[in-house]
Nanobody
């Protein structure tokens, strides 16, 4: 059974930093893309960032590019999201996601995938 568990969310002031982690279990994910989405109150869930299975190419939403960095540790089945220069508009629940199929690039919503329960990030002004 695949399980994704996010951690690292919290309350931070504008301009601050946070590091989110997502630990995956239930299989080896070295052949799977991993990524992050977020959902702010009253808004739709949106893509934030993803990274390919070979720990190479990363993709970012325009709103976070240059401020957020995604990385992964395949030995630990864990993906990270380093968030810097946080803004109030970054406030959202952040979800970890893994496509159900290997070798699928994750840029938008996966057709099928596994989702974590989410971790709250709140940026105060």
């Amino acid at each position: 059974q695949v399980q994704l568990v996010e951690s690292g969310g919290g309350l931070v002031q504008t301009g601050g930093s946070l590091r989110l982690s997502c630990a995956a279990s239930g299989r080896t994910f070295s052949s799977y893309a991993m990524g992050w989405f977020r959902q702010a109150p009253g808004k739709e869930r949106e893509f934030v960032a993803s990274i390919r299975w070979n720990n190479g190419t990363a993709y970012y939403a325009g709103s976070v590019k240059g401020r957020f960095t995604i990385s992964r540790d395949n030995a630990k089945n864990t993906v990270y999201l380093e968030m810097t220069y946080l803004k109030p508009e970054d406030t959202a629940v952040y979800y970890c996601v893994v496509p159900a199929q290997p070798f699928v690039v994750l840029i938008g919503f996966p057709k099928t995938g596994y989702w974590g329960q989410g971790t709250q990030v709140t940026v105060s002004s």
